[in-house]
Nanobody
Framework: QVRPVESGGGLVQAGESLELTCKIS??????AGWYRQPLGKQRELVAT???????DYLDSVKGLFTISRNNTENTVYLQMKTLKPEDATAYYC???????????????WGSGTQVTVSS
């Protein structure tokens, strides 16, 4: 069973950066994604990374957020730059696989890490 554990959330001021970490126990994971669900909005898939390191991003975070992985340490990162108040919410790491172009977070979800951005 694959179990992601997120860390790295916290309180920052608008314009600052933060890096989230997702440590994954269990088997090597094919792919991983970071999700968030802003208050009153639907859950968003923020970024994904596949086994080969190919990445994809939500349009609103392109150029600001960077997802990466360390296969040796079974860890996925989300580097977030120039944070805005609207980025504030809980971020969740989910492991899964791609079927075609679609990401399916079927292997395991973390419990989330909270990001707060003050204006």
């Amino acid at each position: 069973q694959v179990r992601p554990v997120e860390s790295g959330g916290g309180l920052v001021q608008a314009g600052e950066s933060l890096e989230l970490t997702c440590k994954i126990s269990g088997n090597i994971f094919p792919a991983a994604g970071w999700y968030r669900q802003p208050l009153g909005k639907q859950r968003e898939l923020v970024a994904t990374i596949n086994r080969l390191g190919r990445t994809d991003y939500l349009d609103s975070v392109k150029g600001l957020f960077t997802i990466s992985r360390n296969n040796t340490e079974n860890t996925v990162y989300l580097q977030m730059k120039t944070l805005k108040p609207e980025d504030a919410t809980a971020y969740y790491c989910a492991t899964g696989a791609f079927i075609g172009a679609n990401y399916h977070p079927n292997y395991g979800w973390g419990s989330g890490t909270q990001v707060t951005v003050s204006s």
